[in-house]
Antibody, heavy 121, light 109 residues
């Protein structure tokens, strides 16, 4: 069973950048597609981005396209989310999640402990 | 990428059955059978409940079932138990190759 732990969250001013990491404990990470999902305080889940197992296919929600970049390093079993030009509405808990597939990314079967991002002046 | 539409809340009594609906468009739910459901207890990580509209992952109780008709997917929970009280989210693949969640439904038992 893959275990995921997200880190890198914190308090940042609007317009600044932050990079989140998600460390996976199992070797199956390199064969799995991965997602970032966020949840604003008291609100619902919002899908942010996903990436195929080998990193070639990446898709983004309209709300973050052009500002966020998802990437992975399979040699380190780690997923990343580079967040630039941050806005107050980006505030929330960010979860990383493993897909059931490596290529056709539809479902998130393992979720990590999230990391909290607060964008405020 | 508008969120899928779910009722904000539903309620039911112990042992009863409830259904949560999730309405989208032909660009998401209506166009694909890649619909999933997630359960989230307060302060906890979401749990994978249903995939491919109606399939249950290993370990998920058969009290949870899913279906779809046109642009609307549904999650039915039968034999309600106290531990079913949680937030439930639907999710669908979209024509843009992205995913979109519903706004979430709070179930009170």
């Amino acid at each position: 069973q893959v275990h995921l732990v997200a880190s890198g969250g914190g308090v940042v001013q609007p317009g600044r950048s932050l990079r989140l990491s998600c460390a996976a404990t199992e070797l199956t990470f390199s064969r799995s597609g991965m997602h970032w999902v966020r949840q604003a305080p008291g609100k619902g889940l919002e899908w942010v981005a996903d990436i195929s197992y080998e990193g070639t296919n990446k898709y983004y929600a309209d709300s973050v396209k052009g500002r966020f970049t998802i990437s992975r390093d399979n040699s380190k079993n780690t997923l990343y989310l580079q967040m630039n030009s941050l806005r107050p509405e980006d505030t929330g808990v960010y979860y990383c999640a493993k897909d059931t597939s490596g290529w056709y990314l539809y479902y998130m079967d393992v979720w990590g402990i999230g990391t909290t991002v607060t964008v405020s002046s | 990428q508008s969120a899928l539409t779910q009722p904000a809340s539903v309620s039911g009594s112990l042992g009863q059955s409830i259904t949560i609906t999730c309405t989208g468009t032909g660009n998401d739910i209506g166009g694909y059978n890649f619909v999933s459901w997630y359960q989230q207890h307060p302060g906890k990580v979401p749990k994978f409940l249903i995939y491919d509209v109606s399939q249950r992952p290993s370990g998920v109780s058969n009290r949870f079932s899913g279906s779809k008709s046109g642009n609307t997917a549904s999650l039915t929970i039968s034999g309600l138990q106290a531990e079913d009280e949680a937030d439930y989210y639907c999710c669908s693949y979209t024509r843009s190759s992205t995913l979109v969640f519903g706004g979430g439904t709070k179930l009170t038992v």
